[in-house]
């Protein structure tokens, strides 16, 4: 089973759009947006949920208000300021500052403080034009994205063999922290997409960095190659120095955003320059990977 992850060092250069175009061109697979955080993918493939799980992780402290002698122990001991009461000696959690360390479980006198597990967002099993896709929503604040893109990606493989599939296509995770390591974990190849602008540069050789670190091999994709010529030549010399394939240099095109508008893939919108380039991509990946 292959497993082809997508990811850029941020935010922003047209990675999802190429996901979504990878997943249209590309035959059976099992597609997974990785990005629990801020997940967009499923806007232009517009799923159809079959399945909702709810995700939990960690816990959290809950006050049981009719036990509380209001001693204040709990939020004297509380170092992140996660326990408050009010003027009537309310004593309260805020469950986005709890961070679940259970010292006011332990010394509350009259152990009134329970620690169940905390929802913190949900995954779903849905279909798309496209074929089957996992994908979740962690909720604003929650941490856990590590824990719930493993889950992702395990649901994932589970999916592909059932149904004899042998292509996991992902959506990665913006970045270089912990959840793209995990999201690199176990992935036979990387396609990197970056934009010819310093920042750019520098962002591909972080993550470029990380694969190598995974020993995960990796291709190059230069999104709007031409908007900076000259950044454009320095990213090619560095995946002819590094020996990173260089599967596509793709225009700057309007179509992108025209079809992302549309909630469509920029392959589903007729014939252009960039689409053909997208699918020349694909096929390089499917040489690599077989
Ligand atoms: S330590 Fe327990 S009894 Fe004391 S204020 Fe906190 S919850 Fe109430
Ligand atoms: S579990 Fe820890 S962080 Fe959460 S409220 Fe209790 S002491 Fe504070």
Redesign the pocket.
Known sequence: MREILVLSGKGGTGKTSITAAFAHVSGDKIICDLDVDTPDLHLLLQPTHEREVQFYAGN??RINQAGCIGCGL?EE??R?N??HHDGLDVFT?DPI?????????TFCPEEI?SFPEKHCGRWYVSTTRFGTMVHAQLFPGEENSGRLVALLKQEAKKLAKEKQIDCILSDGVPGVGCPVISSLSGADFVVIVTEPTPSGRHDLERVAGLCRHFRTRAGIIINKFDLNDEQSSHIEKYCRDNGYPLLAKLPHDALVTEAMVKGRAVTECGESQIGLDIRGAWEKIEKLTR
Request: proline share 0%; hydrophobic share 40%.
């Open positions: 959290e402290a709990c001991m509380c992140y996660a326990i959690v500052r709890c961070e679940g360390c259970k010292v006011c479980v403080i």
